[in-house]
């Protein structure tokens, strides 16, 4: 059986760093890179394609390195690494991924999930929903890469237009082939609930990266309009 790379926290960070775009005074944010160290250089958004975009419910702890300066427009800035962005680098790790960009229901920039989904309450057709707009989406995405949908199965009915609003407009877009996701129970699917890359467990952690990487590598063997689910019961 193949083992799965989980390498410490200062490893990853050795070896990868984040970027961002950060908007109206830090509060929100549009999405954000992880990329290797090595292939970032100034042209690296035209030289290093993005493999995947994970889809996450809404920034967390992920902030300015210069959090003393406010960012207010289009401004791509190195930031903070958080603890879900270190699933995501050792994700990277056992797939061989370059570049990948996280995507979020809403652009909120808050730690606390309760929170955000109070902000969240009837604004999933507003500006800071970027699957709500379909023009908006397309200029930031590639669509040759997968779509990692780990939201976690959070059950608020708050974030159930918001699932499917995503789910929906990827599909639109002719995408539903490229649909990576983690289902928690034999109900997940119709519910949308998908497994988040941070479960509390290490050894749930790694069972996601597992997952995950086979259904990439599934992907990559098959060819034709299929999309592959896996449940984790």
């Not at 970027?19 to 958004?45: C, G, P, Q, S, T």
């Not at 427009?73 to 930031?79: F, I, L, P, R």
């Not at 229901?105 to 009837?122: F, H, T």
Request: positive net charge.
């Amino acid at each position: 059986m193949e083992s799965i790379k989980y390498r410490t926290e200062k490893e990853l960070l050795d070896t990868y760093m984040v970027v961002a775009k950060f908007y109206e005074d830090n509060k929100y944010r549009l999405y954000a890179d992880i990329l290797k160290k090595n292939v970032k250089d100034k042209n690296y958004n035209k030289n290093v394609k993005i493999d995947a975009y994970i889809v996450m419910i809404n920034p967390g702890k992920c902030s300015p390195i210069k959090s003393e300066k406010i960012f207010n427009n289009d401004e791509e800035v190195e930031a903070k690494a958080d603890q879900t962005q270190l699933c995501v680098m050792r994700l990277m790790d056992n797939c061989n991924f370059q570049r990948v960009r996280i995507l979020n229901l809403y652009d909120i920039v808050e730690p606390n999930l309760l929170k955000a989904i109070q902000a969240m309450k009837g604004k999933e057709g507003d500006e800071y929903c970027i699957f709500s707009n379909k023009v908006k989406l397309e200029n930031y995405i590639e669509k040759d890469a997968v779509f990692i949908l780990a939201w976690g199965v959070n059950k608020s009915k708050v974030l159930q237009p918001f699932k499917e609003q995503a789910n929906n407009l990827i599909k639109e877009l002719g995408l539903q082939n490229r649909i990576i996701k983690v289902c928690f129970d034999g109900d997940s699917k119709e519910r949308l609930q998908y497994r988040h890359l941070k479960p509390l467990k290490k050894s749930a952690r790694i069972e996601i990266i597992k997952e995950i990487k086979k259904q990439y590598d599934n992907r990559n063997r098959i060819t034709g309009e299929e999309e592959f689910i896996l449940d984790n019961k």
